[in-house]
T-cell receptor, first 114, second 114 residues
Framework: KAGVTQTPRYLIKTRGQQVTLSCSPI?????VSWYQQTPGQGLQFLFE???????NKGNFPGRFSGRQFSNSRSEMNVSTLELGDSALYLC?????????????FGPGTRLTVT | GENVEQHPSTLSVQEGDSAVIKCTYS??????FPWYKQELGKGPQLIID?????GEKKDQRIAVTLNKTAKHFSLHITETQPEDSAVYFC?????????????FGGGTRLMVKP
């Protein structure tokens, strides 16, 4: 079974621009969560989607948004990029959302904001 | 919200020795505790997990123990090998309305010297 895939793997953007990252979950998984990983803050939860609905949201500004499509693929968008948004963005998929199920991570998208 | 503390931040062992990483959590509602291994340039890989109704779980050279009363859980790796060198993260999840949201510890860099 193929794992979680994320595209693109690397991205360089300029302050003020916006960016869209994509995640395809493991086949059959309907929950997709997004995390931000930085050396200073570690791994932090951004949001979780299940059946095209946002189920939970972490403590991030409104510039961070996401969506999920009917095939469970998910995208996250960051608008008006800031230097502090430079991070590894990780997507994780799970079979369900309501119980704390096993989550499997993709390789991440490395975003650099200059 | 939940807070997870992880110790030590770095751990150096000789090949063949055992390694122990400890985590504490703050919210007694947490009921699912996974451990992830992250190698350079890769996303976190789920290596073992434990639920609050279980005190210990083993998988070959890896074991996890949970003490609900004290709110701490530990990862034990026996007969360490150089390929065990990586950053290890503990995490906690409450399930229910919190869904699959994971709160991560700060990570432990394990170095296994040949």
């Amino acid at each position: 079974k193929a794992g979680v895939t994320q595209t693109p793997r690397y991205l360089i953007k300029t302050r003020g621009q916006q960016v869209t990252l994509s995640c395809s979950p493991i086949s059959g998984h309907r929950s997709v969560s997004w995390y931000q990983q930085t050396p200073g803050q570690g791994l932090q939860f951004l949001f979780e989607y299940f059946s095209e609905t946002q189920r939970n949201k972490g403590n991030f500004p409104g510039r961070f948004s996401g969506r999920q499509f009917s095939n469970s693929r998910s995208e996250m968008n960051v608008s008006t990029l800031e230097l502090g948004d430079s991070a590894l963005y990780l997507c994780a998929s799970s079979f369900r959302w309501d119980r704390g199920y096993e989550q499997y991570f993709g390789p991440g998208t490395r975003l650099t904001v200059t | 919200g939940e807070n997870v503390e992880q110790h030590p931040s770095t751990l150096s062992v000789q090949e063949g020795d055992s390694a122990v990483i400890k985590c504490t959590y703050s919210d007694s509602a947490s009921n699912y505790f996974p451990w992830y291994k992250q190698e350079l340039g890769k996303g976190p890989q789920l290596i073992i997990d434990i639920r609050s109704n279980v005190g210990e779980k083993k998988d070959q050279r890896i074991a996890v123990t949970l003490n609900k009363t004290a709110k701490h859980f530990s990862l034990h790796i026996t007969e360490t090998q150089p390929e065990d060198s990586a950053v290890y993260f503990c995490a906690a999840s409450m399930g229910g309305n919190a869904g699959n949201m994971l709160t991560f510890g700060g990570g432990t860099r394990l170095m296994v010297k040949p």
